[in-house]
């Protein structure tokens, strides 16, 4: 069992130095946020970052995350060059003795909530998901701005780029999906790196946009699409459980024991009454009888389903913060 932390590179006010002082911890999760998306990740840069993480006496095992270009998503013709890069990114960390890559799927938007700092009940902030705010919004509006959008676009690029996803539809989002996993296996084999895609959060469609990664049924589909070990998953107890229909424990035990389950974010989350009696949910403190879901069934699960468990831990000060578990192989 490793304990590890979220890291946001040196501009991160949560220091190394910090990270170091926490009893037990023994590594980072971490990107490089100075290359633009779908560019390579160079050697030399990847190693900077690890030689700041091992100086402080840091490991850095698992990146969170490696963006995927729209291009990719939109399946243009252009996606065979970003893929490529990919491909190189994935030679390239597993060089640096990087062990697993969270991803995500998500077009256009990563994930969304209406709210930063919601204040609880206790006096303590969160993040928070108002459905009814967010029906209330429109993309396509220079104002417009929630949690988790990517905000480099200009008003016009991103108008284009919602033009473009009008003709793609959840299949042939989920076929793009399959064409680009399909392409970095035979690389991630050679590299022992794991991908872990992160499910769309929240698990729907927003703006008219598809979503995929949203359920088991998704999920099956698409291990047996890409019948790789490789091909796995980063179950978000947050994500997934923001839709009520999804039976975590069963989930997390079924994809642990077929070994799919490379990373874990072990969030909580209270869903709460709405004025508008729409959906309303917030992030909550992590044990069962502080949200709406069970983390100790979820855990225990986890553990029973895979019977060579070695866990990464990390803790996340972030969004009301979350556990997180990375299974690495020898």
């Known amino acids: 069992m490793k304990m590890t932390f979220r890291w946001y590179g040196e501009r991160d006010p949560v220091t190394l130095t910090h990270i170091r002082q926490i009893p037990g911890m023994t590594g980072v999760v971490t990107a490089l946020y100075s290359i633009p998306v779908g560019e390579v990740w160079d050697e030399e840069t990847i190693l900077a970052q690890k030689k700041l993480c091992n100086d402080a006496g840091l490991e850095m095992e698992v990146i969170e995350s490696v963006p995927v270009h729209e291009e990719i998503k939109l399946g243009s013709p252009a996606r065979d060059r970003y893929i490529e890069n990919y491909k190189q990114t994935i030679r390239n960390l597993g060089a640096a003795g990087v062990k697993v890559i969270c991803y995500n799927f998500m077009p256009v938007f990563d994930w969304v909530r209406s709210e ?42 991103l108008s284009n780029l919602l033009a473009r996803y009008a003709s793609v539809d959840a299949e042939q989002l989920f076929q793009n999906m399959v064409y680009f996993l399909k392409a970095l296996m035979p690389v991630c084999e050679e590299c022992d790196v794991k991908m872990a895609v992160h499910p769309d959060d929240p698990p729907w469609s927003l703006f008219g ?36 229909g999804n039976d975590l424990v069963k989930m997390v035990g079924k994809y642990a024991g077929m070994g799919r389950v490379h990373f874990v974010h072990a969030r909580n989350i209270r869903f709460a009454p709405d004025e508008e009696g729409k959906l309303f949910f917030h992030e909550s403190p992590h044990p069962t009888e502080c949200g709406s879901l069970d983390i100790y069934g979820i855990l225990k699960a986890l553990y029973v389903g895979d019977d060579y468990f070695t866990a990464l831990l990390a803790y996340i000060v972030h969004g009301g913060g979350e556990l997180s578990f990375s299974r690495l192989y020898s």
């Open 209 to 244: 946009l598809p979503r995929i990664i949203c359920n088991e049924a998704g999920i099956d589909r698409l291990f047996a699409e890409v019948d790789s070990v490789y091909n796995g998953i980063t179950f978000c107890t947050g994500s997934l459980g923001a839709d009520r």
């Open 116 to 157: 930063l700092k919601y204040e609880t009940p206790d006096g303590s902030n969160c993040l928070a998901y108002k459905q009814a705010t967010v029906d209330r919004l429109d993309p396509n509006k220079s104002s417009l701005s929630l949690p988790g959008w990517d905000e480099s676009y200009t008003k016009e690029e």
